[in-house]
């Protein structure tokens, strides 16, 4: 999933790669990593979209399709709802001034985290 983050999630296909129903892997999934298989693969999705819209020369619409959204309003409402402001709030800002900062720490000071 991380690195096919732009295709469809297909908890289906997943199941019966590791030999399990898909609630099963479902379930299993969420105890390892505390969210849904879905969730996991937004927070993927909108991670990378923050990458994208940080650099600058992309739409709003044109990272949604790239991270392999296919609803402009579902990605972003899930984009507010793990980074806090709207996608298009977050490029005009230029997101967090990373300069100086080692790339693995970059990673995890950048990674959405859910609103509560």
């Given amino acids: 999933m991380d690195r096919e983050y732009a295709q469809p999630l297909d908890v289906e ?6 030999h399990m ?3 099963h892997l479902s379930r299993q999934f969420k105890l390892a990593y505390g969210e849904s298989p879905y ?26 399709f790239e991270v392999g959204c296919s609803s402009l309003g ?4 899930r984009f507010t709802e793990l980074v806090g402001v709207p996608p298009s709030v ?8 990373l300069s100086g900062i080692p790339a693995c720490e970059a990673k995890k000071v950048t990674r959405p985290v859910r609103q509560h």
């Fill in 39 to 64: 969730a996991y693969l937004m927070t993927r999705r909108i991670e990378r979209a923050m990458a994208l819209l940080r650099r600058g020369d992309l739409s709003v619409t044109e990272v949604c």
């Fill in 13 to 18: 296909a997943l199941a019966r790669g590791v």
């Fill in 90 to 97: 977050y490029r005009e800002s230029g997101g967090e001034d």
């Fill in 21 to 23: 129903s898909a609630g």
């Fill in 74 to 77: 579902t990605f972003s409402t």
